[in-house]
C-alpha cells in the first residue's frame, strides 16, 4: 500500500485543508495566485501543516514545473543546471527548497539573481521561523508566511476521508466489534495486523483527481473494518494538528480490521502535542506550573508538572520554560538553578519519556526550593528602556580600545576606582536574596572604598 499520507495529499485548491488565514478566499497568497502573479514566498510551521502540499498545489495550478530540493544537500550546480533548460520557456518553474532555514549565506546570494529576474518562482519551507537565518537581500524580495497547526475540525475531514478510502466505519460504540475480547489487545496486534492487510489497488496518476484515485484504492475484500468513536478521537486529539502524523498512525493501526483506544495507545502512548494547542489548555497549565515554582509551592509545581506530562506535553517545551525561569526569577539567588535547568533540557531531549519526567521532577522541585530574585529580569529591561528612551552615552574615553588612561583592575589587587560611564545610570536593585547577598557585600565593599 501507498504511503497513506502522499496518497491522500491533496491536488487542487478545493482539496487543501487548512491554514484559511494565509489561503482563504480574499486572502493575499489566494488572490496572488488567482491572478498568476505570485511572489517569492517561504513558508514555516509545524510539520503536517501543509507546506510542501500547498507549494505543490500551487505549481499544478501554475503550470510550472515541480523542481524540489532539500537545504540539506543542496547544490548551486544542480539548480543552475535544470534551470538552463527553462531560459526560453514561457512558464517559469517553480523551485522549492525544504529545510530553507539550513540554506547558507552563499547559497542564497546565489539565489538572488533568480529572484530578481523571476526566472523561477522561489518557495521555501521550514518547520523553523526563518526569518533570522534568510538574509535581507532575500527578505526583501518575498514574503513569509505561517503555517499553523491544523484544528481539529480540520484534521477530522481528513480523517474521515482517509477512513472512507481504507474501508472503515466508526463503531457506534465504544464496546470492542470483535467477537474475541482480547483481539485488540497490544499483545496480539502485531500477529493479528499481518493477517488482515487490506488489499488496495495502486493509486492512479497525478493527471486524475485525487477523488477518482481515492476511490479506487477502496479495500476489494469483505472484511468488516471498524474504529471506536475514542480511537478516531485519540487520532486527532493526539496528532497535535499535524496530519501527517495522524495519517501514519492510521496506516499502522489499519492493518488491523478493528481499531480501538487501546490499540492506538499502544503505537503512541503521548499526546504529540508541544503547547501549540488549539485550545488554551497547554498554555494555561504551563503558565500555572511557572506562577507555582514562582511562588516556591512544591507540591502545586509537581502537580502541575504531573498534569502536563499526563497530557502528553513535550518535555523539551516544560524544559525550555524552567531555564527561561531559572534567569527570569531565581537568577543569581542561586545561580546554579540556570545550570541546573539548562542540563534538563539538554537531558530531557536525549532521554525522552518515561524516564524524562524524573528529571523535570528533579528540576521543577529544585526551582520551586530555591530563593526568588528577578533582578536579571528588571535590570536589563531598565536598561533596554533607558537607551530606548534615548540614553544613548559615548564610551567613556578611557576604556576605549587602545586608551593609554585605562587602568587594569588586576594590576590594582582586583578593583580600582575609574568612570566606565560618562553619566551615572543605575539599573540593578539587589534583592539581598541567596547568593545575591553575597555578591552585593562585595559591591558594597567597593563602594565604601570608592567613596
Not at 493501526?253 to 503512541?268: E, N, V, Y
Request: proline residues 5%; aromatic residues 8%.
Amino acid at each position: 500500500m501507498k504511503n497513506l499520507a502522499l496518497a491522500l495529499r491533496p491536488k487542487s485548491i478545493s482539496d487543501f485543508v487548512g491554514q484559511s488565514h494565509i489561503f482563504g478566499n480574499g486572502k493575499p497568497l489566494y488572490e496572488a495566485l488567482k491572478a498568476r502573479n505570485l511572489p517569492h514566498c517561504f513558508f514555516y510551521g509545524t510539520p503536517g501543516s501543509g507546506k510542501t502540499t500547498l507549494a505543490k498545489i500551487i505549481a499544478s495550478e501554475l503550470g510550472s514545473d515541480f523542481l524540489e530540493f532539500n537545504a540539506t544537500n543542496f547544490k548551486l550546480e544542480n539548480l543552475r543546471t535544470k534551470l538552463k533548460s527553462y531560459e526560453n520557456a514561457l512558464v517559469v518553474p517553480l523551485v522549492f527548497i525544504d529545510e530553507v532555514h539550513r540554506l547558507s549565506k552563499t547559497q542564497q546570494e546565489a539565489l538572488l539573481p533568480i529572484m530578481e529576474e523571476k526566472s523561477a518562482i522561489v518557495l521555501g519551507a521550514s518547520t523553523e521561523n526563518p526569518f533570522y537565518t534568510l538574509t535581507n537581500a532575500i527578505r526583501s524580495r518575498s514574503l513569509l508566511f505561517e503555517f499553523k497547526p491544523l484544528k481539529n475540525f480540520e484534521l477530522e475531514q481528513i480523517l474521515t476521508k482517509a477512513l472512507g478510502i481504507l474501508g472503515f466505519d466508526i463503531a457506534k460504540s465504544s464496546q470492542n466489534p470483535s467477537q474475541n475480547s482480547n483481539e485488540d489487545s497490544s499483545q496480539d496486534f502485531s500477529e493479528k495486523s499481518q493477517s488482515s492487510l487490506p488489499q488496495n489497488n495502486p493509486p492512479q496518476n497525478n493527471t486524475q483527481s485525487s477523488q477518482d484515485s481515492n476511490a479506487d484504492s477502496s479495500p476489494k475484500d469483505n472484511i468488516d473494518r471498524t474504529i471506536t468513536k475514542e480511537a478516531f478521537d485519540y487520532l486527532i486529539s493526539s496528532s497535535a494538528g499535524d496530519a501527517r502524523a495522524m495519517l501514519n498512525l492510521l496506516e499502522v493501526l489499519a492493518l488491523s480490521p478493528h481499531i480501538t483506544l487501546q490499540s492506538a495507545k499502544s503505537l503512541r502512548p503521548f499526546s504529540l502535542n508541544d503547547g501549540a494547542s488549539e485550545d488554551d489548555t497547554h498554555y494555561n497549565l504551563a503558565s500555572a506550573l511557572i506562577k507555582s515554582i514562582r511562588g516556591s509551592d512544591v507540591d502545586a509545581s509537581i502537580y502541575y508538572l504531573a498534569r502536563l506530562i499526563a497530557g502528553g506535553e513535550n518535555p523539551e517545551f516544560i524544559a525550555r520554560r524552567l531555564v527561561i525561569l531559572a534567569s527570569e526569577d531565581i537568577g543569581n539567588a542561586n545561580p546554579n538553578a540556570l545550570n541546573l535547568a539548562t542540563s534538563t533540557l539538554l537531558a530531557v531531549g536525549k532521554i525522552g519519556y518515561p524516564e524524562a519526567r524524573i528529571i523535570l521532577s528533579q528540576c521543577v522541585i529544585f526551582l520551586a526550593s530555591c530563593p526568588k530574585s528577578n533582578t536579571a529580569y528588571t535590570a536589563i529591561d531598565l536598561a533596554i528602556k533607558a537607551i530606548n528612551d534615548g540614553e544613548v552615552l559615548p564610551i567613556a574615553p578611557n576604556i576605549l580600545p587602545h586608551a593609554k588612561s585605562y587602568k587594569y583592575p588586576h594590576n590594582f589587587g582586583g578593583w580600582v576606582a575609574q568612570k566606565y560611564l560618562t553619566k551615572d545610570l543605575h539599573f540593578v536593585e539587589s534583592t539581598q536574596k541567596g547568593f545575591e547577598k553575597t555578591l552585593n557585600e562585595w559591591l558594597e565593599k567597593i563602594k565604601q572604598t570608592k567613596d
